[in-house]
Nanobody
Framework: QVQLVESGGGSEQAGGSLRLSCAVS????????MGWFRQPPGNEREGVAG????????YYVDSVKGRFTISRDNALNTLYLQMNGLKPEDTAMYYC?????????????????????WGQGTQVTVSS
């Protein structure tokens, strides 16, 4: 098992930046992939960015490419999402997710079914 705790959300104006953090504790050695997802009010949860803990390969939804960067500090067991050039359409609850090696669903780093542990979320609000 792992526990995920997000932080760093808040309110920002369009064009601004925020950095989200996700503290990971528990069986961190079994984490295979990690991801950031977001869910605007009334909409489904969508994958924003993912990272393989083994290879370091990263994955992004088209709408954030060139603006958001996912990274991981292994020593601190922390996942980050650096968000630059924020837009009002980035407003959502942002969730950190982890996939452990025993999870049987296929690996698609931006799909919710690829992950079996979730944080509680942190709100990001971008005003125009």
């Amino acid at each position: 098992q792992v526990q995920l705790v997000e932080s760093g959300g808040g309110s920002e104006q369009a064009g601004g930046s925020l950095r989200l953090s996700c503290a990971v504790s528990g069986d961190t050695g079994s984490v295979q992939y990690m991801g950031w997802f977001r869910q605007p009010p009334g909409n489904e949860r969508e994958g924003v960015a993912g990272i393989s803990t083994r290879s370091g390969s990263t994955y992004y939804v088209d709408s954030v490419k060139g603006r958001f960067t996912i990274s991981r500090d292994n020593a601190l067991n922390t996942l980050y999402l650096q968000m630059n050039g924020l837009k009002p359409e980035d407003t959502a609850m942002y969730y950190c997710a982890a996939r452990l090696v025993h999870w049987s669903f296929g690996i698609m780093p931006l799909k919710t079914t690829s992950y079996n542990y979730w944080g509680q979320g942190t709100q990001v609000t971008v005003s125009s």
